[in-house]
């Protein structure tokens, strides 16, 4: 087993350590970032707000910028055990440890037998800073963490790594739904189970604790499309041809309303059923047996599921990017070309929010450029992801009758880097 001292780790802690102490001390407007203006809005206004809400025994009802699942309020709750703090920056602080634990995994996961040494811990040392502040000022970190630490103990292989994969899978998805997706690739039946449990029970707690904890499944069925989205992007063209609609705060975000929406917002639904389509197909067809593939289809349903959304928010790089840095402990993952699309759609996630991002709302055709290249890029990651995972994964076939010529197939999943 390699030293916890190598080279290379010392190297991605230090660097970790360095871009971290920026960029902490920028998301809580300290140091050389100090100002009196509050934190992030979503922290500072948004966040607190809901936390308010809850402390006083209710759950955010009726709220149109509530979009979680009920677990989100264990999250907006928790920086309260810091209160000496103050709630804004217990909660930058609780992303920054969501973060330093996501390393200290990435690390040692990377130093198994057989792992593929720090190569997991550098794309997410790298990529987040990319990001700006924003993954220290969202929740979406917290749940990386969780799909993480499932994904971690899935790869023990053990009955009891089985069982925590489930556990953590259905508590990630109680705050946010997507890690519901990191099932796809397993062949536990324990984990599986673990999963249906843990959310059935953590959910009917929740319910009696909470009512209407789970109204956001029909809340906001009348969503626009998010201008960030893969499916705003002909609209932000549409605006300077004469189209009549408008771009507008609706349901908490920023969204274009008006005339074709709906049908895009349609096809966007339909994309998304296709995806899952796929992805039943796939699983149905595949080899699933090597380590590798259940975070490799776990980056796969993600990717899908967020192009063909029609919400596409910077933190969701977040996600992405720790289940591409999992995918990377793994020498015969079919993601490395992938993971580096992610990294490269970091910088232009940070050009677009928050440099570009009032000049977007204006209609400004350089922000738009940027976020096209942004949002093409995702999906051409998506598209490339898909395109790996099942030509990697293509099951095994029966070797042929006596008197063939043809030899055997091999997986084609055997050595893919």
């Known amino acids: 087993m390699r030293s916890f001292l190598s080279r290379p780790t010392v190297a991605v802690v230090l660097l970790w350590t360095v871009s971290r102490v920026v ?55 928790a920086p309260g055990l810091l209160p000496f703090v103050g709630y804004d920056r217990a909660f930058v602080l609780l992303c920054a440890l969501c973060d330093a634990a996501v390393l200290a995994g990435l690390v040692r996961a990377g130093r198994r037998p057989g792992a593929a040494g720090t190569a997991a811990a550098w794309l997410w040392t790298l990529a987040l800073p990319l990001l700006w502040t924003v993954p220290w ?67 009917l707690a929740a319910l009696l604790r909470w009512p209407g904890a789970f109204d956001f499944l029909t809340a906001q069925r009348e969503r626009g499309i998010q201008f960030e989205s893969l499916g705003a992007l002909p609209f932000h063209l549409a605006r300077h041809l004469g189209w009549s609609g408008r771009l507008a705060v609706h349901y908490g975000s920023t969204e274009f309303l008006g005339p074709y929406v709906g049908v895009v917002a349609l096809l966007s639904e339909l994309a998304t059923v296709a995806a899952l389509g796929w992805l039943v197909w ?51 993952t079919s993601q490395r070309p992938v993971a580096y699309l992610l990294l490269a759609a970091c910088p232009l ?13 204006d209609g400004s055709p350089t922000a738009a450029t940027a976020l096209a290249a942004r949002d093409l890029l995702l999906l051409a990651a998506a598209l490339l992801s898909a395109r790996r995972l099942r030509r990697a994964t293509a099951a095994r076939q029966p070797a042929p009758s006596a008197g063939s010529a043809e030899p055997p197939r091999r997986s084609a999943g055997a050595g893919r880097g």
């Open 23 to 77: 960029l902490v001390a920028g998301a809580l407007k300290v140091g050389p970032f100090a100002t009196p203006d509050p934190l992030d809005y979503s922290v500072s206004h948004v966040y607190h707000h809901w936390y308010d809400v809850l402390t006083g025994g209710q759950f955010p009802v009726g709220d149109d910028s509530w979009q979680y699942p009920p677990g989100a309020a264990a999250v907006i709750l």
């Open 137 to 203: 000022t969202r929740l979406d970190i917290v749940v990386a963490a969780l799909a993480v630490a499932a994904l971690l103990a899935a790869g023990r292989r053990t009955r009891g790594g089985d069982l925590a994969f489930g556990g953590l899978v259905a508590l990630g998805a109680l705050v946010k739904v997507w890690p519901v997706l990191l099932l796809t690739g397993t062949r536990s039946r324990r984990a599986a189970v673990a999963a249906l449990v843990t959310g059935a029970t953590a959910g």
């Open 282 to 332: 796939w699983r149905l067809r595949s080899d699933v047996g090597p380590a590798w593939v259940l975070p490799d289809a776990a980056l796969t349903a993600v990717l899908l599921f967020t192009v063909t959304s029609r919400v596409l928010s910077p933190q969701y790089l977040v996600w992405l990017v720790a289940l591409a840095a999992v995918c990377l402990l793994h020498p015969g």
């Open 349 to 361: 996630t940070m050009l677009v929010f928050p440099f570009l991002g009032r000049a977007l709302v």
